[in-house]
């Protein structure tokens, strides 16, 4: 068990690094667009530090089985709700190119390896130290994902729904490699069954209000 002042000092760690990336997307790509280079530097340095080991990552195969078989019921039902939702909205007349378009299922699944890695491999494994509890972990985790997707009024709550099954799931299997996959069968289906002028194609921050202006100029 570690010491109260660590588990501070880990719990201050994650939500300083939460506040930067929020710094970053609202004003830091803009005016300083390499400081995104802090990101990797900052997750290397605190693996290094923590003594991160592969599997406390969750980057491992050995319980992939395991872990898809424990995601199973989240993600079917995450998926059937998401396609109800869509033929609901009218989403069958659109082409779900996130899971048929080459380039973007590529750029897509490397965006969601991303993710993983910083929500899960970082933040989810901070706060089990700093915290303990895995539903109230999983909980402050969903907070800091969904808070980092405002303010578009699809992906916060779907996000936060999202954030914490899986944060909750890596919580129990430490494997992020079922959860990349689920994150990236869900992402492209959310995309095809809410209406663009909904999501802004999935844009968060400045970017969202920037894709509205662009739907108004059409």
């Known amino acids: 068990m570690k010491s109260p002042a660590i588990r501070y000092a880990t719990f201050v760690e994650t939500v300083a690094f939460a506040g930067l990336v929020v710094l970053f997307i609202w004003k830091w790509q803009m005016a300083y667009p390499l400081s995104w280079i802090i990101f990797p530097v900052w997750l290397v340095v605190s693996f290094l530090v923590h003594r991160d080991r592969p599997k406390t990552l969750g980057w491992r195969a050995d319980n992939f089985w395991a872990t898809t078989l424990l995601g199973l019921p989240f993600f079917s039902a995450s998926v059937v709700a998401i396609v109800v939702a869509g033929i609901a909205l009218g989403a069958l007349h659109r082409m779900p190119d996130h899971l048929i378009n080459e380039r973007r299922v590529v750029g897509y699944f490397a965006f969601c390896v991303l993710q993983q890695v910083t929500m899960n491999s970082y933040v989810m494994n901070r706060l089990l130290a700093a915290l303990g509890n895995e539903h109230v972990s999983a909980f402050a985790a969903a907070v800091i994902f969904a808070a980092v997707h405002w303010p578009n009024p699809v992906l916060v709550p779907i996000t936060f729904i999202g954030g914490y099954g899986m944060c909750f799931l890596f919580a129990r299997q430490r494997n992020i490699l079922p959860l990349i996959l689920g994150q990236?069968?869900?992402?492209?289906?959310?995309?095809?069954?809410?209406?663009?002028?909904?999501?802004?194609?999935?844009?968060?921050g400045p970017g969202f209000y920037s894709y509205a202006q662009r739907l108004v100029t059409w």
């Open 184 to 204: 990236a069968i869900l992402g492209g289906l959310i995309w095809w069954a809410f209406p663009p002028a909904w999501h802004h194609g999935m844009r968060v």
